[in-house]
């Protein structure tokens, strides 16, 4: 176990629907980042929070949009939502400095199923 | 290219066999490198670090990076059924930023 917790564990929408997913960093880490991984694909990141601020972003469109609070926990934030985005969205939280050296530890993830 | 390439495999090894995976990363992906191991339905969960060329071992596994040649591989000796999973490459950005992973091998250890 990594102390990274997520929620909810599954989640079902419809097409065109917003959905918010939650994550817990680890006790003492305050750099969180957000992935998509879908079926069969390594997990593609989306974006990165440190101390509240965003400190990175992949190549995903701003419809995806997350928020980290002043107790290091973050929410990832989907509107208009695609059949794509069906994935396992998974939160990883690192030590004090978003330095490239960190380690990442994953949650257990949010499965979105997308009809 | 992609920043991070695996060969997805399957990878079949028998039961105590010494399992390679390999990995080959672009330009961008320059700072760290990490394998991770990743059971069906579940998240995945570190495996080992490297960030200076050479060897690094922890048990049964072994991390090779060779920063000339964009290469990372991980060896797993005397591989067990257990190690049957999915692994994954991750290295981080120039920038230190942004994580890139592979899109994973399977390897299956035959009993």
């Known amino acids: 176990e990594t102390g990274v917790t997520q929620s909810p564990t599954h989640l079902i929408k419809t097409r065109g629907q917003q959905v918010t997913l939650r994550c817990s960093s680890q006790?003492?880490?305050?750099?969180v980042s957000w992935y998509q991984q879908a079926l069969g694909q390594g997990p593609q990141f989306i974006f990165q929070?440190?101390?509240?601020?965003?400190?990175g972003r992949g190549n995903f469109p701003p419809r995806f949009s997350g928020l980290q609070f002043p107790n290091y926990s973050s929410e990832l934030n989907v509107n208009a939502l695609e059949l794509d985005d069906s994935a396992l969205y998974l939160c990883?939280?690192?030590?004090?400095?978003?330095?490239?050296?960190?380690?990442?530890?994953f949650g257990p993830g949010t499965r979105l199923t997308v009809l | 290219q992609k920043e991070v390439e695996q060969n997805s495999g399957p990878l079949s090894v028998p039961e105590g066999a010494i399992a390679s995976l390999n990995c080959t990363y672009s330009d961008r992906v320059s700072q760290s490198f990490f394998w991770y191991r990743q059971y069906s339905g579940k998240s995945p969960e570190l495996i080992m670090s490297?960030?200076?060329?050479g060897d690094k071992e922890d048990g049964r596994f072994t991390a090779q990076l060779n920063k000339a040649s964009q290469y990372v591989s991980l060896l797993i000796r005397d591989s067990q059924p257990s190690d049957s999973a999915t692994y994954l490459c991750?290295?981080?950005?120039?920038?230190?930023?942004?994580?890139?992973f592979g899109t994973g091998t399977s390897l299956t250890v035959i009993p």
């Open positions: 991750a290295g981080s950005s120039n920038t230190g930023n942004q994580f890139y």
């Open positions: 990883a939280s690192s030590f004090p400095s978003p330095s490239s050296t960190d380690t990442q530890y």
């Open positions: 490297i960030y200076s060329n």
């Open positions: 006790s003492g880490h305050n750099t």
């Open positions: 929070y440190y101390r509240e601020e965003e400190n």
